[in-house]
């Protein structure tokens, strides 16, 4: 393998197996290898950039590119905005002149920007097979038959469904129909307080699909406790619950997770303070409960952005989260000590779909008027969904 010299500067250890194949030990339908349609230019191809921008130039204004902060490089060199999947949609929602809508990210954000935009405007996504195996963990019927539990066990009255944005249009949709919000990881807290407040009245929140996040906003934030939290397993009976557990909880934690924040343990936030001491570990809350307690800081991806860039010079800091974002940011600040939290590649392999043959195969369609790989959302779905993405907005 060829060395890089920004992996060995961030205390990356170089592996043959450079992307996290998603689906091991989750759901193993999660990459869905989605076969591109056409005829895509060759990741050889020396004029690939030449080409994204020649394409870019022909549709000016009418094209506009999100790129999602765990984009790679080359492919964020061509986006008109960056930021997180929420950020991102309000972006794509304030350009109604733009009629495609490229969106370098992954496949619930994209439905995202396709309900938050005008029905003119085109969602292109350039690899169908960007998928999330976090998004892919709570299914439609999954979560029916969890509600259908609830219903069971005299539980579902007083419960508040509560998603993160990372999730498909189908458990936004389920979640507005029951009268709940959408949250991310900036307003996580914001929305947990608005479910058990005095506006909605809930007594227990159903938390989708990432247990982490639900877990350390519950525990971390509002001041829960573990007994307060179960977790529902969807391949499990009665989600591996009695009705009682179902009533008695707080806070019901879907069984998902973020396979890439998954992986970074609390070995290695010990390891890291051993190594570099004086270090500020900071970490996204989609990593699980004990490397979160053994953090120093922990907030959304625009969060870790904003502490970094406004860090003093000298400054040592060991984070969680994709490796595309703490190498862009270890490269954007060379007077820092940057490194990543563990010590082996881990890249989002459904992020790094979107390549540069990808990208400039989706442009150049669009120059030809032929646009590939739109993505639409049913209107009954978005419908809902997009009531659950108001009430998010609506948060106090
Ligand atoms: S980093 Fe995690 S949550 Fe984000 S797209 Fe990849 S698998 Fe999904």
Known sequence: MTTNPTLERIGVTPSPLALLLLGQGADPDSERGVDCPGALPAAADPRLAERAAAAKEALGGKVFVLGHHYQRDDVIAFADVTGDSFKLAQQAAARPEAEHIVFCGVHFMAESADILTAPHQQVILPDLAAGCSMADMATAEQVEQAWDDLLDAGAAEGTVPVTYMNSSAAIKAFTGRHDGTVCTSSNAR???EWAFGPERGGRRVLFLPDQHLGRNTAIGELGLTAADCVVYD???PNGGLTPAQLRD??????RGHCSVHGRFTRECVDEVRARIPGVTVLVH??????????????GSTEYIIKVVDEAPAGSSFAIGTELNLVQRLANRHPDKNIVFLDRTVCFCSTMNRIDMPHLVWALESLVRGEPVNRITV?????TYARKALDQMLALP
């Open 190 to 192: 914001r929305a947990l």
């Open 285 to 298: 809350p989609e990593c699980k409960r004990e490397v979160v307690t053994g953090a120093d800081l922990v």
């Open 378 to 382: 049913a209107p009954e779905v978005a």
């Open 234 to 236: 969807p391949r499990r």
């Open 249 to 254: 909880a707080k806070m019901i934690l879907w």
